[in-house]
């Protein structure tokens, strides 16, 4: 089967750059969201993207010329209606159960019946989103990195539902999108998170005991591991919510201490701190020289 229209729902953080990425790659683009404020602010951050691409179209291959035909892919709804012809629908609302198996459930009778559901979900489980549809071997996991634009991974999730055939298509759209897709099957937090998220949780463990420092132990990772940031700008990049909700969804299928949330990450996002998208996480990206000052 060919995948010429792409919708996708949520156009935050994510959404905007999956949006941004489809269309880059020459497909038609319809991103979904629920009020006209977050669709101005995910498409004012693709002209911010896109303009910076074009800055450098030797290294980008995005001319002026070529950043307008993309952004002409590019339309933004408030009404499911819209996504009717989508050949492929890519979900990327809150990271919450209940919204996302609504969402589905409302979509699965608006969008023709041929065409192939992924959600670029985090830590739920595909099959329970699955059901929330009429369409089980045609529903997929599809997990991008964050910032989508320039991230190389997705991770493909197949369920024991989905047809091989169907698997194979969105495994080919993902390189088709410039990106390098592995497959994985639909085991809580996949291949990356899987891996990342109890290093992540320890990393806070281990400044709540006295460790190190916020930036200390960022600096540490670092420069010791190689990674290209320490684990609190990682987290504050993630955004804390999001962290937060995936830490209820992993210790609940695992059963594990390291999969628990630790106090100060439930502090922080009962304070409504939820990393650089608030403005303040570890960090206060006002001044992020200066981490969390008055932990
Ligand atoms: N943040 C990351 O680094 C990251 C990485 C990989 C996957 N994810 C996953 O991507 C998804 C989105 O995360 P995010 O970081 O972009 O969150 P976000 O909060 O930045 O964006 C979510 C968007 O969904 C919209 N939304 C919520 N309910 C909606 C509805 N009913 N209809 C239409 N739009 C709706 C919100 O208005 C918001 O703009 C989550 O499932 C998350 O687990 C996040």
């Known amino acids: ?39 101005d602010k995910g498409f004012a951050g693709i002209d911010k993207s896109l303009a910076k ?37 890519i979900e990327a609302i809150i990271e919450n159960v209940e919204d996302k198996k609504k969402m589905y459930a409302a979509l699965d009778g608006i969008v023709k019946k041929d065409a192939i559901f992924a959600s670029n979900t985090s830590s739920i489980s595909i099959t329970e989103l699955m059901t929330a549809t009429q369409r089980p071997e045609r529903f997929v996991g599809l997990h991008f990195f ?10 493909v999730v197949r369920t024991i539902a989905t047809a091989p055939e ?33 290093y992540l949780l320890d ?22 591991c190689g990674y290209p940031m320490g684990p609190f700008t990682l987290l504050d990049f993630v955004g804390l919510d999001t962290t937060y909700y995936i830490t209820h969804v992993m210790f609940e299928e695992f059963k594990e201490a390291r999969f628990a949330s630790p106090p100060l990450l439930k502090r922080l996002v009962m304070a409504g701190w939820y990393g650089k998208k608030t403005g303040k996480g570890f960090y206060d990206w006002k001044d992020p020289a200066n981490p969390a000052a008055s932990f």
Request: net charge neutral; with cysteine.
């Open 1 to 39: 089967m060919t995948i010429k229209k792409v919708g996708v729902l949520g156009c935050g953080l994510m959404g905007s750059g999956i949006a941004q990425v489809c269309a880059t790659a020459g497909f038609d683009v319809t991103a979904l969201e629920a009020e006209q404020k977050f669709l």
């Open 53 to 89: 691409f074009a800055e450098k179209p030797e290294k980008s291959g995005i001319t002026p010329e070529k950043a307008k035909e993309i952004r002409g892919r590019l339309k933004g709804t408030l009404k499911k209606e819209d996504l009717a012809d989508c050949d492929l629908i």
């Open 146 to 155: 964050n910032p989508v634009p320039l991230m190389k991974l997705v991770e």
């Open 166 to 198: 169907v698997f194979e298509t969105v495994f080919e759209f993902a390189g088709k999108l410039g990106k390098v897709p592995v497959r994985t099957s639909d085991k809580t937090g996949f291949i990356v998170n899987r891996l990342l998220v109890p």
């Open 203 to 224: 990393a806070i463990r281990a400044y709540e005991e006295g460790v190190g420092s916020i930036a200390d132990i960022d600096q540490a990772m670092k420069l010791g």
